[in-house]
């Protein structure tokens, strides 16, 4: 299994910044494929998504997103990461990384989750 451990919520105030991290147990470079999904669930809301990003391209899938988070692989550090910029209070919420990976071509696709970490923009 491969576990992925999210870091760097916190608390912050509205027009702040936040990276979130997400490390993978395993060498993300080593699989065949993979798509790392970053997710948000605010209290009595669905959990949405915000943003992917895959061994050749990244995207911001939230419209509210957009213009102000990014999000990028780094693979000597096995981590992925979502850079938020100009935080709002709307973006508060727990985050987590979600993995789909696929070790060979022969494989079945592996889903995993992180525990997920706490966002709260607030002045």
């Known amino acids: 299994q491969v576990q992925l451990v999210e870091s760097g919520g916190g608390l912050v105030q509205p027009g702040g910044s936040l990276r979130l991290s997400c490390k993978a147990s395993?060498?993300?470079?080593?699989?065949?494929?993979?798509?790392i999904n970053w997710y948000r669930q605010a209290p009595g809301d669905e959990r949405e998504l915000v943003a992917s990003?895959?061994?050749?391209?990244?995207?911001i899938h939230a419209d509210s997103a957009k213009g102000r988070f990014t999000t990028f692989r780094d693979i000597r550090e096995n981590a992925v990461y979502l850079e938020m910029d100009r935080l709002k209070p709307e973006d508060t919420a727990v985050y987590y990384c979600?993995?789909?990976?696929?070790?060979?071509?022969?494989?079945?696709?592996?889903?995993?989750w992180g525990q997920g970490t706490q966002v709260t923009v607030s002045s």
């Open positions: 395993e060498s993300l470079g080593s699989m065949n494929s993979m798509v």
């Open positions: 979600n993995g789909k990976f696929r070790r060979t071509e022969w494989d079945s696709i592996e889903e995993y």
């Open positions: 990003v895959s061994a050749h391209a990244s995207s």
